[in-house]
């Protein structure tokens, strides 16, 4: 059964610093891209970044920049680095993998963390 | 970037049929998905390439898309279905992935 954890969310001040991690469990991690989706209360689900099983990563532009998305096969971990935060990157982020090939779609879903970016 | 706008809401009676719209611009000519998301969960992957469904996701759920529309089913509706549902395509002129603004299905 494939399993997506995610870690590290919480409270950060504004310009702060945060680092997302997702560990993978029940599929072959170092196969597939990974990807961050997060989702707000008001704007719905939002695409963040993704990173394919050969480590080509890609941003949305509201967090090039700023976010820098990395994975180590060995550990089965995918991490998003998070720096010069702002009160709008408030969300709960989930981890998402996709199906083998080509990924237009994600097949599963972490549980998400909870990131609040507040003073 | 592409738009896919969906209901707010919808509402249907127990045994009936919701359906669930997804627009956008020539909709019909990109392959659109759907999540269900319940209540405090992460969503889940109901429908992908316009069609096809998962295992483990009941015959009740299909999906369509043609012109600007692409729709989401659910046949004999039972309280277990009262979700968020969203749609989402891969937006290959922009590099990205675009979801819909999401419809909140009520079983009354």
């Known amino acids: 059964e494939v399993q997506l954890v995610e870690s590290g969310g919480g409270l950060v001040q504004p310009g702060g610093s945060l680092r997302l991690s997702c560990s993978g469990d029940?599929?072959?991690?170092?196969?597939?891209?990974m990807h961050w989706v997060r989702q707000t209360p008001g704007w719905g689900l939002e695409y963040v970044s993704g990173?394919?099983?050969?480590?080509?990563?890609t941003y949305a532009d509201s967090v090039k920049g700023r976010f820098i998305i990395s994975r180590d096969n060995s550990k089965n971990t995918l991490n998003l680095q998070m720096t010069s935060l702002r009160p709008a990157d408030t969300a709960i982020y989930y981890c998402?993998?996709?199906?083998?090939?080509?990924?237009?779609?994600?097949?599963?879903w972490g549980q998400g963390t909870l990131v609040t970016v507040s003073s | 970037s592409y738009v896919l706008a969906q209901p707010p809401s919808v509402s249907v009676a127990p045994g009936s049929t919701a359906r669930i719209t997804c627009g956008g611009t020539?909709?019909?000519?990109?392959?659109v998905h759907w999540y269900q998301q319940k209540a405090g969960q992460a969503p889940l992957l109901v429908i992908y390439?316009?069609?096809d469904r998962p295992s483990g996701i009941p015959e009740r759920f299909s999906g369509s898309n043609s012109g600007n529309t692409a729709t989401l089913t659910i046949s004999r509706v039972e309280a277990g279905d009262e979700a968020d549902y969203f749609c989402?395509?891969?937006?290959?002129?922009?590099?990205?992935?675009?979801f819909g603004t999401g419809t909140k299905v009520t079983v009354l």
């Open positions: 989402q395509v891969w937006d290959s002129s922009n590099d990205h992935y675009v």
């Open positions: 990173i394919s099983s050969f480590g080509n990563s």
């Open positions: 029940g599929f072959t991690f170092s196969n597939y891209a």
């Open positions: 998402v993998k996709c199906p083998h090939g080509d990924c237009y779609y994600f097949d599963y």
């Open positions: 020539n909709l019909g000519g990109e392959s």
């Open positions: 390439y316009d069609t």
